[in-house]
């Protein structure tokens, strides 16, 4: 069966799109997608998504790792489909979709998108390092030197590390630019590498850089190989609420897949 994809980019971060909403998708054949992920021997992508019907917002977004695995929230996946929707005509410049982690709004400017995500409780702080989950789990590290260090070496080493024994983590290596400006390199859990740039990963940087005091705004940019991405959030007592992942997300091309 021959089925019609697209390809989207988010700040470097690439997926695989499918609509779905007829389900043509066999969604337990998850070696082809791990196939199809392959940049060798497939299409290439960090992640596959597919928009779905949701009786209860206006579409399901459903995503796998490129190891074909389903995964928690994807932040720039999370942009990347919500452009796909109003490129299909699912939307037009504002919406609510269900995620694995809950429903989310988001909105399209100037063909920017802001997602909001989801509220943030607790920003677990150490003497070396931050964690906390963004819609996904977070280690976040302080270097220097950042566009010289090895993120795969270090980031393999704390994903399968003894405090991550249990599902594992995404992992962040972050140096400060200025007051209000970081620069970010994630390695990934289910890509086992470096990607470009990781939306819950900067996400889980703004919050943990002003939980920990680095800095004292409630908007942070986040310089990351890809591109540039922002965040904005309010902080209280009890936590971090209106979180807005803001970047572009873009379609590259079209195609067609054998499924």
Not at 54 to 74: L, P, Q, R, T, W
Not at 186 to 204: D, H, K, P, Q, W
Not at 225 to 231: A, F, R, Y
Request: glycine content about 10%.
């Amino acid at each position: 069966m021959r089925i019609t994809f697209y390809k989207y980019q988010g700040t470097g971060n690439d997926f695989i799109i499918v609509d779905n909403r007829s389900h043509i998708i066999d969604k337990n054949n998850t070696k082809r997608i791990e196939q199809l992920c392959d940049r060798r021997f497939g299409i290439g992508a960090d992640g596959f998504i597919l928009l779905e019907n949701d009786e209860n917002s206006d579409f399901k977004m459903v995503y796998y790792n490129a190891d074909g695995n389903e995964s928690s929230m994807c932040g720039n996946g999370g942009r990347c489909i919500t452009a796909f929707a109003k490129f299909l005509g699912v939307i037009e410049n504002e919406t609510e979709f269900l995620a694995i982690d809950g429903l989310h709004k988001a909105k399209i400017e100037n063909d920017i998108v802001h997602l909001q995500m989801q509220d943030v409780s607790t920003v677990e702080t150490y003497e070396s390092h931050s964690f906390l989950d963004t819609g996904s789990p977070h280690h976040v590290e302080l270097v220097s030197d950042i566009d010289n260090f090895n993120v795969k070496i270090k980031g393999c080493t704390i994903r399968y590390g003894k405090a991550y024994m249990t599902g594992g983590t995404n992992v962040n290596f972050v140096e400060q630019l200025a007051e209000d400006s970081f620069a970010v390199r994630t390695y990934e859990r289910g890509v086992e590498n470096e990607t470009l740039s990781c939306g819950t990963g900067v996400t889980a940087v703004a919050l943990a850089m002003h939980k920990t005091g680095k800095t004292d705004s409630s908007t942070v940019s986040l310089k990351t190989p890809g591109g540039q991405l922002k965040v904005n959030f309010q902080s209280h007592e009890n936590g971090y609420n209106d979180i807005w992942l803001v970047g572009p997300a873009t379609q590259v091309f079209k195609g067609e897949l054998e499924w």
